[in-house]
């Protein structure tokens, strides 16, 4: 069974920084899907940032030119930087991973909150 336990959430003002972090149980290698999503109070989970095939990313552009996934083989994790914060990305967090290719992908972790203040 695939665990994977999202990490890095908290509270921060407008214009802050955050680094959330998710922490397979196994070998990231053998997930062709891989990515993040988000759900505010009252909104549908919506997708974020995630690893398209060859190794590319696709983010909402919301959020492009200021969140940037990447992912480290060598500690089975993937990474959502995020900078310029704004109230609006207020929501949980959610890491996401597949054998398969398409989203949503099979796995979820429990999601971690984060908050930007105003």
């Known amino acids: 069974q695939v665990q994977l336990v999202e990490s890095g959430g908290g509270l921060v003002q407008a214009g802050g920084s955050l680094r959330l972090s998710c922490v397979a149980s196994?070998?990231?290698?053998?997930?062709?899907?891989m990515g993040w999503y988000r759900q505010a109070p009252g909104k549908q989970r919506e997708l974020v940032a995630v690893?398209?095939?060859?190794?590319?990313?696709t983010l909402i552009g919301s959020v492009k030119g200021r969140f940037t996934i990447s992912r480290d083989f060598d500690k089975n994790t993937m990474y959502l930087q995020m900078n310029s914060l704004k109230p609006d990305d207020t929501a949980v967090y959610y890491c996401?991973?597949?054998?398969?290719?398409?989203?949503?992908?099979?796995?979820w972790g429990q999601g971690t909150q984060v908050t930007v203040s105003s």
């Open positions: 690893f398209t095939t060859g190794g590319r990313t």
């Open positions: 196994g070998s990231i290698q053998s997930f062709n899907a």
């Open positions: 996401n991973a597949g054998v398969g290719s398409s989203y949503p992908a099979d796995y």
